[in-house]
C-alpha cells in the first residue's frame, strides 16, 4: 500500500458540564457525538524520511510546524521510525469552531498512518500527547468524556439528530472562554446523566431538554454575534440552541428533519454559506 485516504466528523458538545477547576485545568462531563462534517485525508508513503503537509479547503491560518496535522506525523514517524510521507488535508470542518476541527486531523493522520504502515496498534496514547480531544476523535460516536476530556466512556448508540449549524468569522479561545466562565462565578446544574438517560430511554424531548453547554454565556460576553445568533436560531423555531464548545459556532438541535429543514429556509437568506446542514453519524 502507497496511499491512503481516511476521512473523521467533527465533533459536537451535546452536553457540556463544568465540574469545578483542579490546578490548571477545569474537570468536565460531556455527552459528545460525531457529526456528517468531514475533514478528508491522505496521506503517501515517501522513499526518503521526509514529512510534508499540503492544506486543501477550508483556510488554515498557521505554519506547517504548527499544524496539528503535521506534529501527528512527526509524532507517528519518531515514535515508529519509519520513512517519511506527504499528508494532505481536505479540510471541511469549520476552523477553530469548537466542533474539533484539529484533534479531527491528529486522528485522521494517526489512523491513516496506522494503516500505511501496517503497525496494527491502539493510537490513544499518542493522540493523547497533542489534544485532549484527539483520543476520542479516533473513533468518534457518542461518547461522555470526563476529566480534562482524556476519560472516553463509548456508548453504543445510533441516535440520529438534525442540526443547523451557524458558523461566524471570529476567534474565541477554549482558555479565554473558560476565563470568562470563571469571572461570572456562575454555576450551572448538570445535564450529562439526563441526557444518557434520554439516549437510553430514546427520549427525543428528554435528550434535546438536556442539551446544555456551560461555556455558552461567556462565550456570547466575548463575542457578541453569537448572541444574535442563538437568538436568531431560536426565533427560527429550534428544540434547542447552544454554542458549540468555546465557540463561535452556534448549534440549533432539532429531532426531525423536517422541523429542521423548515428552519433553515427562515435562515439561509440572512446567514448565506455561513449555515449549515448536519446531522449525528456514528463510524
Given at each position: 500500500?502507497?496511499?491512503?485516504?481516511?476521512?473523521?466528523?467533527?465533533?459536537i458538545?451535546?452536553?457540556?458540564?463544568?465540574?469545578?477547576?483542579n490546578?490548571?485545568?477545569?474537570?468536565?462531563?460531556?455527552?459528545v457525538?460525531?457529526?456528517?462534517?468531514?475533514?478528508?485525508?491522505?496521506?503517501a508513503?515517501?522513499?526518503?524520511?521526509?514529512?510534508?503537509?499540503?492544506?486543501?479547503?477550508?483556510?488554515?491560518?498557521?505554519?506547517?510546524?504548527?499544524?496539528?496535522?503535521?506534529?501527528?506525523?512527526?509524532?507517528?514517524?519518531?515514535t515508529?521510525?519509519?520513512?517519511?510521507?506527504?499528508?494532505?488535508?481536505?479540510?471541511?470542518?469549520?476552523?477553530?469552531?469548537?466542533?474539533?476541527g484539529?484533534?479531527?486531523?491528529?486522528?485522521?493522520?494517526?489512523?491513516?498512518?496506522?494503516?500505511?504502515?501496517?503497525?496494527d496498534?491502539?493510537?490513544?496514547?499518542l493522540?493523547a500527547?497533542?489534544?485532549?480531544?484527539a483520543?476520542?476523535?479516533?473513533?468518534?460516536?457518542?461518547?461522555?468524556?470526563?476529566?480534562?476530556?482524556?476519560?472516553?466512556?463509548?456508548?453504543?448508540?445510533?441516535?440520529?439528530?438534525?442540526?443547523?449549524?451557524?458558523?461566524?468569522?471570529?476567534?474565541?479561545?477554549?482558555?479565554a472562554c473558560?476565563?470568562k466562565?470563571?469571572?461570572?462565578?456562575?454555576?450551572?446544574?448538570?445535564?450529562?446523566?439526563?441526557?444518557?438517560?434520554?439516549?437510553?430511554?430514546?427520549?427525543?424531548n428528554?435528550?434535546?431538554?438536556?442539551?446544555?453547554?456551560?461555556?455558552?454565556?461567556?462565550?456570547?460576553?466575548?463575542?457578541?454575534?453569537?448572541?444574535?445568533?442563538?437568538f436568531?436560531?431560536?426565533?427560527?423555531?429550534?428544540?434547542?440552541?447552544?454554542v458549540?464548545?468555546?465557540?463561535?459556532?452556534?448549534?440549533?438541535?432539532?429531532?426531525d428533519?423536517?422541523?429542521?429543514?423548515?428552519?433553515?429556509?427562515?435562515?439561509?437568506p440572512?446567514?448565506?454559506e455561513?449555515?449549515?446542514k448536519?446531522?449525528?453519524?456514528?463510524?
Amino acid at each position: 500500500m502507497k496511499k491512503i485516504t481516511v476521512k473523521v466528523p467533527a465533533k459536537i458538545n451535546i452536553t457540556l458540564d463544568i465540574l469545578g477547576a483542579n490546578e490548571n485545568y477545569h474537570e468536565i462531563s460531556s455527552l459528545v457525538t460525531s457529526i456528517d462534517i468531514y475533514d478528508e485525508i491522505t496521506v503517501a508513503k515517501r522513499r526518503d524520511y521526509k514529512i510534508t503537509l499540503t492544506m486543501k479547503g477550508l483556510p488554515v491560518d498557521c505554519s506547517v510546524t504548527d499544524n496539528n496535522a503535521f506534529k501527528a506525523g512527526l509524532l507517528f514517524q519518531d515514535t515508529f521510525k519509519t520513512r517519511g510521507f506527504d499528508i494532505t488535508v481536505d479540510k471541511k470542518i469549520p476552523v477553530a469552531g469548537g466542533l474539533g476541527g484539529s484533534s479531527a486531523d491528529i486522528a485522521g493522520v494517526l489512523n491513516a498512518l496506522n494503516l500505511l504502515f501496517e503497525i496494527d496498534m491502539n493510537m490513544e496514547k499518542l493522540a493523547a500527547e497533542l489534544g485532549s480531544d484527539a483520543p476520542y476523535m479516533l473513533k468518534g460516536g457518542y461518547a461522555v468524556i470526563s476529566g480534562r476530556g482524556e476519560k472516553i466512556e463509548r456508548l453504543p448508540f445510533n441516535k440520529t439528530l438534525f442540526l443547523l449549524l451557524i458558523t461566524e468569522n471570529a476567534n474565541v479561545s477554549a482558555r479565554a472562554c473558560y476565563k470568562k466562565y470563571d469571572q461570572r462565578k456562575r454555576e450551572y446544574p448538570p445535564c450529562t446523566a439526563k441526557a444518557v438517560t434520554a439516549l437510553t430511554n430514546d427520549d427525543d424531548n428528554a435528550l434535546i431538554e438536556a442539551v446544555k453547554n456551560d461555556l455558552g454565556n461567556a462565550a456570547c460576553e466575548i463575542v457578541q454575534q453569537i448572541k444574535f445568533n442563538l437568538f436568531a436560531l431560536n426565533k427560527a423555531g429550534v428544540g434547542k440552541a447552544i454554542v458549540a464548545g468555546s465557540g463561535p459556532t452556534v448549534l440549533g438541535f432539532y429531532a426531525d428533519k423536517k422541523a429542521r429543514d423548515k428552519a433553515y429556509k427562515k435562515l439561509a437568506p440572512l446567514f448565506g454559506e455561513n449555515l449549515i446542514k448536519a446531522k449525528t453519524v456514528v463510524q
